[in-house]
């Protein structure tokens, strides 16, 4: 399973890049699926299949859809180069470098102590379901109604005369 | 002017035709869209123009008779009457009762097979495949009629002026009512397959409303009109060849919708029939041509005569002035008229709707172009 | 990495099973095509194909080969990597759902035991799922990488037809999963092995998910006809409304992957109702060890025939909703009944389990 890894990992990271990168929307958005469903298959190389499908089925075949159905009706072009403003400058190139330092300590210490992620004994339907009914219900329940008001929202929004 | 549009959107602009599926022929229709919802249409015609009216010039009215037939070309019988009728009416001729009555059946035979192309091209555009090929199918039985009479399929120049070319052949009254029997099941058929199926009244009930005020503004007739709710019918209101002497009745709508329009159109084919069967009936052994001499010469006059083609009312104006050529022929083709309701009809319906509604209104742009 | 002898045989019978399923599935697909032809033909009182081969039995090679030879149009503005991707995109993940679709049992061979599937993932049906779902993006990115009108209204009414559908179409399978209790599709087939006993007494009725599930079963069905794009519910590709919607620009064979993908979408959609509904392969068998191993694949094809059947049937009797209705039909109808399906057989299972 070692060499899948590697190849969707550098996958998925070249994937993510060229979302930030790539000046038309449409092509951002099928890289930004490219990563869903590489983050997938590293999801089954952990041994989590249904994650994996759930992964793909919802964000890739359902969330990504909604994206590229927007790109496609406002019939957005290139993007074009601003000149940047400066609070990209002297904001964000430290937030990055934090964010670099960050995640290089992370894998350090992941490498050092030698404790890759175990794979999931059992991450099926039943398990999923038992932790998010029974141990996470509230959040669960919380964030339910959170996007039942941003639909509510959008809504509103989009629909001046109701 | 662009209307406003939610979210501030452009309202898009689409052209359909005029090499399009749905707009039966060369019309080119301009939508301008809000989503799939329809702003306005512009009808762009002329794709397919002759200059038939420019050609009578130049031609003897004999010579003319067969341009006449390339107008409406899926109805040409009831084309070359309205002309033949049009100059006999310029001379004065009354026409042997044999000679109506033959006129009489393959006009209304004619209808028939005119309604029933439309019924399938009407079907296929609202997407049921299968009417189109059983239309045809029967369309062919008269086809066949047409051809053993004058040899012609399509375009027939079954008429002269001032009777008929050739008497009819042996067994024709055998065949017409054979044909009538053939036919009213068939139409009982077409009807099991769409008019109870709940997808075809869902796509032709309330679509492209026509009210009857505005119908009569704008000088749409035929079935489009009597979908309406109005009564008019010229073979009722003024008869020509011997329309008062059979019985039939006028199949009118109420709600002027599309799904009117098409009960109007099948009703009028139970009427046809019950048309042919009586002319049939009535043919008695006779002269098949009035009084002309051999070169048509009408006097000095200018007159219009108008029949109910199978999509409304087919006018002929022509003026002589006293030679062999007509001096000025105007068509006034029902096509052409209708066609200028489909911008009242489409408005605020669906891109869907658009081709039910170009269906319903049965044009032919031969007829539209000339 | 050395690989043992078990090891490398497994690996061989998975690619033979792979190259059979393919070559059989084309073939199949072909055939359907020259099927639909066929039928739709006779329904029409026409024909159909009869001047190549026997019955036109060659029409599908002939096609093809059309196909092929086609100069392949691609109009100047497109998009052209998106407007290459999209028809790949959508033959390729056609193909990929039948990896985990059971056509049959299993028999044994040289002391392995060789299961008629090309991959048991205990999460199949989820699987077929995710494939499908993807499957939209070959539709929107076609529409879109055409850069025309037309295709455009094709893509966008596609994208909303298959997200709307989507759900009725997993909801309405819910039922199904519950009683079986699992997600495997050969664990869903095997779970309606034998027949229904009713108090005590032998219905002789195949334990099939149909008799306890109808409901679920006509959405399932009606849903996945809107799924595959086929009339009544093919606006995508409604032609005489949007010329030819999402495929209009294309050409060659670029145009006959998206023909193929939409058949075998058909034949995807027909196993999984024959999987999950009509008890897969099982059927009466008799006779030799071979006939014990043939005959439920001939009994699992013979059911998907039945539905191609019932497609190309509606094909040849139905109009075409308008779009409005279909969102209507799919929104207002089709999801609250998937729902209360759901309900009402949670509630059922729930007792029973009690």
Not at chain 3, 120 to 132: K, R
Not at chain 3, 282 to 289: E, K, R, Y
Request: one cysteine or more; a neutral charge.
């Amino acid at each position: 399973m070692v060499p899948v890894f590697y190849i969707f990992a550098a996958l998925t990271i070249i994937a993510a890049l060229s979302v930030i990168l790539q000046r038309t929307p449409v092509y951002s958005a099928l890289s930004l699926i490219v990563v869903l469903c590489s983050l997938a298959v590293l999801y089954v190389s952990l041994g989590a299949k249904f994650l994996a499908v759930i992964q793909v089925i919802v964000y890739a075949g359902a969330i990504m859809v909604l994206f590229v159905l927007v790109i496609m009706l406002l019939n957005a072009g290139r993007e074009r180069h601003t000149e940047g403003s400066r609070l990209a400058r002297w904001l964000g190139v430290p937030l990055l470098a934090a964010f670099l330092v960050e995640i290089l300590s992370v894998i350090w210490n992941g490498l050092s102590s030698g404790a890759v992620a175990p794979p999931a004994p059992d991450a099926g339907p039943a398990a999923v379901g038992a932790l998010l009914f029974r141990h996470y219900v509230l959040p669960f329940e919380v964030t339910s109604i959170l996007i039942l008001v941003a639909i509510l929202g959008a809504v509103v929004l989009a629909k001046k005369q109701l | 002017m662009p209307e406003a549009t939610y979210l501030d959107a452009n309202e898009l602009v689409i052209n359909m035709g005029p090499q399009h599926p749905a707009t039966h022929g060369v019309l080119r229709v301009k939508l301008r869209l809000d989503g799939e919802r329809v702003l306005g249409t512009e009808c762009i015609i002329g794709y397919l123009h002759r200059g038939v009216e420019k050609i009578a010039e130049n031609r003897t009215y004999v010579q003319f008779a067969p341009y006449v037939d390339r107008m409406d070309y899926v109805a040409a019988v009831t084309n070359g009457m309205g002309y033949c009728e049009a100059v006999e009416k310029l001379m004065g001729v009354e026409l042997p009762p044999r000679a109506q009555y033959t006129r009489m059946i393959l006009a209304e035979l004619q209808r028939i097979a005119s309604h029933l192309l439309w019924l399938g091209t009407h079907a296929l555009d609202i997407g049921a495949m299968t009417p189109v090929f059983y239309t045809f199918r029967e369309r062919e039985e008269i086809l066949k009629i047409f051809e053993n009479y004058c040899g012609a399929r399509l375009t027939t120049h079954a008429f002269r002026i001032g009777g008929l070319q050739y008497d009819l052949y042996d067994g024709f009254e055998k065949d017409a009512t054979k044909f009538c029997d053939y036919l009213l099941p068939k139409i009982d058929e077409y009807e099991e397959l769409l008019s109870t199926n709940r997808i075809w009244m869902n796509r032709t009930k309330k679509v492209g409303v026509l009210s009857g005020k505005d119908a009569i503004a704008l000088g749409v007739t035929g079935p489009v009109l009597r979908g309406s709710g109005v009564k008019w019918d010229i073979r009722k209101v003024q008869p020509y060849e011997a329309y008062d002497k059979v019985e039939f009745e006028i199949p009118t709508g109420q709600n002027g919708d599309t799904y009117d329009r098409y009960i109007v159109r099948i009703q009028e084919m139970r009427q046809s029939v019950r048309i042919i069967r009586q002319s049939v009936e009535r043919l008695a052994p006779g002269p098949i041509f009035g009084k002309v001499g051999k070169v048509i010469k009408p006097p000095a006059a200018e007159v219009y005569h108008s029949i109910e083609a199978p999509k409304g009312e087919l006018g002929y104006f022509v003026v002589s002035d006293g030679s062999t050529h007509p001096y000025r022929v105007r068509v006034r083709p029902p096509s052409f008229v209708n066609l200028e309701a489909l911008d009242i009809m489409s408005r605020g319906h669906l891109v869907a709707d658009i081709v039910a509604i170009i269906g319903t209104l049965d044009i032919v742009l031969g007829e539209v172009d000339r | 990495m050395a690989l043992s002898s078990d090891t490398l045989f497994l690996l061989g019978v998975a690619v033979v099973k792979v190259v059979v399923v393919l070559l059989v599935l084309l073939t199949a697909i072909a055939y359907i095509v020259w099927l639909e032809r066929k039928l739709v033909a006779h329904i029409q009182s026409r024909w159909g194909p009869y001047r190549v081969g026997p019955y036109g039995l060659m029409q599908p090679m002939a096609d093809g080969l059309k196909f092929l030879f086609k100069e392949d149009i691609v109009p100047l503005e497109v998009d052209r990597f998106v407007y290459w991707l999209a028809p790949f995109l959508s033959f390729t993940l056609a193909m990929l759902t039948f990896a985990v679709i059971p056509f049959g049992g299993s028999f044994k061979l040289f002391g392995h035991e060789i299961y008629l599937q090309i991959a048991d993932l205990n999460v199949g049906l989820l699987y077929i799922f995710a494939v499908t779902s993807l499957g939209v993006y070959s539709i929107a990115l076609a529409g879109w990488s055409s850069n025309s009108k037309y295709p455009l209204f094709g893509g966008l009414r596609s994208s909303a037809q298959m997200i709307s559908y989507e759900l009725s179409l997993g909801l309405a399978v819910v039922g199904t999963l519950m009683i079986s209790g699992s997600l495997s599709l050969r664990d869903i087939v095997n779970s309606q092995t034998g027949t229904w006993h009713l108090a005590g007494t032998n219905t002789f009725l195949p334990h099939w998910n149909i008799f306890v599930q109808p409901v679920g079963f006509i959405v399932y069905f009606i849903a996945a006809i809107a799924e595959t794009n086929r009339i009544p519910f093919d606006l995508p590709e409604g032609e005489t409304e949007l010329v030819g919607g999402y495929h209009t620009e294309y050409s060659s064979f670029k145009f006959a992957m998206f023909f193929m993908a939409e058949y075998a979408n058909m034949v995807t959609v027909s196993c999984i109702a024959t999987l999950l509904f009509f008890g897969g392969w099982h059927g009466p068998v008799f006779g030799p060890a071979w006939l014990h191993v043939l005959l439920p694949v001939f009994w699992f094809a013979l059911k998907v025939f039945c539905f191609l059947f019932f497609y190309i049937w509606t094909r040849g009797t139905l109009p075409r909703f308008r779009y409005d209705q279909l969102m209507a039909f799919g929104w207002k109808f089709l999801l609250p009944v998937a729902l209360l399906n759901i309900l009402a057989t949670s509630f059922v299972v729930a007792w029973i389990g009690t």
